[in-house]
Nanobody, 122 residues
Framework: QVQLVESGGGLVQAGDSLRLSCAAS????????MGWFRQAPGKEREFAAT????????YYADSVKGRFTISRDNAKNTVYLQMNSLKPEDTAVYYC???????????????WGQGTQVTVSS
């Protein structure tokens, strides 16, 4: 079991930056691939970014590539999502999740946090 708790969301203006954190507890955080997903009102949950167990490989959705950076600190059992140049269309609830392999498919992630709201005003 892995418990995930996101933090760092908030209300910002377009062009601003935010850093989300996801603290993990439970077994073997460093053995999991970690991902960030987001869900806007009335829309399906969508993939944003994922990072391999050792941080050596990262993948991004086209919609966030070049603006968002995923990273992890296995010593702190934490994964981060640095979000720069935020746009109103980035407004969503952001979730971190843990998987046994690298994937962008939400249904292949086994553990989820409760989410943190990010709102970007124009």
């Amino acid at each position: 079991q892995v418990q995930l708790v996101e933090s760092g969301g908030g209300l910002v203006q377009a062009g601003d930056s935010l850093r989300l954190s996801c603290a993990a507890s439970g077994r073997a955080f460093s053995s999991y691939v970690m991902g960030w997903f987001r869900q806007a009102p009335g829309k399906e949950r969508e993939f944003a970014a994922t990072i391999s167990w050792n941080g050596g490989a990262t993948y991004y959705a086209d919609s966030v590539k070049g603006r968002f950076t995923i990273s992890r600190d296995n010593a702190k059992n934490t994964v981060y999502l640095q979000m720069n140049s935020l746009k109103p269309e980035d407004t969503a609830v952001y979730y971190c999740a843990a998987s046994g392999w690298t994937t962008s498919k939400a249904d292949e992630y086994d553990y989820w946090g409760q989410g943190t709201q990010v709102t970007v005003s124009s």
